[in-house]
């Protein structure tokens, strides 16, 4: 009985407490509330014209970034990105032509092949393309690759590298065709333009790797990718085929 009072008492004290909190005004210890300039408000309850609202401080609205910071942050870093990559293909391109064209000891092969043989030896810049490609495997590395466009970048600085080295060779080979002394007819020089490609050491691993290049490109177009009917595997599988490609990369500069 009288444990029953005690709690009755504590709930009614307790109730009264509450009451008197809800009942009390909120304390705005942080608000500070400038004058008014001496004016008072109007009959209504209107606030006069000049009059300040409260400001509360660690409130103040952020400025609004500009273009050029939208821009970096939107696109700007992949631009930015591209500019470099190309700039330094670029320089390493004209290097190797330049040094190829002006180099003593290939006269004759500049003689007989033209300016194809510069342009397919200029190509020094896929060395560096398969080193950056090869990166990924770094387990600190991938995160990199994930943030900026670099893989990609570079697949396609191979990709393209590889034709115009292609292109260039299969131009160098038609001048050694027509400078065999052996093929005297038409029919003979295109049979020996033939077999060449199958039986010279750097064409057809030349012509693998290419061809491999080609498959991986074609299944990592993002349509094809994204496709529902295994389109993600067959990218996937298709790029294990740059293990045989790297392979190939070893022989075809050991000729």
């Given at each position: 009985m009288r444990l029953s009072l005690v709690e009755s008492a504590g709930r009614d004290l307790m109730r009264e407490v509450m009451r008197d909190d809800l009942a009390r005004p909120p304390r705005l210890s942080n608000v500070q509330v400038q004058p008014c300039n001496g004016t008072r408000p109007s009959e209504g309850g209107s606030r006069p014209s000049n009059a300040t609202t409260p400001s509360i401080p660690g409130r103040t609205r952020a400025p609004k970034p500009s273009a050029r910071?939208?821009?970096?942050?939107?696109?700007?870093?992949?631009?930015?990105?591209?500019?470099?990559?190309?700039?330094?293909?670029?320089?390493?391109?004209?290097?190797?032509?330049?040094?190829?064209?002006?180099?003593?000891?290939?006269?004759?092969?500049?003689?007989?092949?033209?300016?194809?043989?510069?342009?397919?030896?200029?190509?020094?810049?896929?060395?560096?393309?398969?080193?950056?490609?090869?990166?990924?495997?770094?387990?600190?590395?991938?995160?990199?690759?994930?943030?900026?466009?670099?893989?990609?970048?570079?697949?396609?600085?191979?990709?393209?590298?590889?034709?115009?080295?292609?292109?260039?060779?299969?131009?160098?080979?038609?001048?050694?065709?027509?400078?065999?002394?052996?093929?005297?007819?038409?029919?003979?020089?295109?049979?020996?333009?033939?077999?060449?490609?199958?039986?010279?050491?750097?064409?057809?691993t030349g012509w693998i790797m290419l061809i491999i290049l080609c498959i991986m490109v074609y299944y990592a177009i993002e349509k094809r990718r994204r496709m529902k009917n295994g389109g993600f595997e067959k990218f996937w599988y298709s790029h294990h085929l740059f293990n045989p490609f790297f392979i190939l990369w070893q022989f075809h500069g050991m000729f």
């Open positions: 910071n939208l821009w970096m942050i939107n696109e700007g870093q992949r631009h930015i990105f591209f500019v470099v990559f190309l700039f330094l293909h670029a320089l390493a391109a004209t290097l190797g032509f330049l040094h190829y064209f002006f180099k003593d000891n290939l006269v004759g092969a500049r003689a007989e092949y033209g300016i194809t043989f510069v342009i397919a030896r200029a190509a020094l810049v896929l060395h560096a393309d398969v080193i950056f490609i090869l990166l990924p495997v770094c387990r600190n590395f991938i995160s990199v690759m994930r943030r900026t466009p670099v893989g990609m970048a570079t697949a396609w600085a191979i990709f393209i590298g590889s034709w115009v080295h292609t292109i260039a060779h299969i131009f160098n080979l038609y001048h050694l065709t027509m400078n065999d002394t052996s093929a005297t007819t038409t029919g003979q020089r295109v049979v020996f333009f033939i077999v060449a490609n199958f039986i010279i050491g750097p064409l057809i």
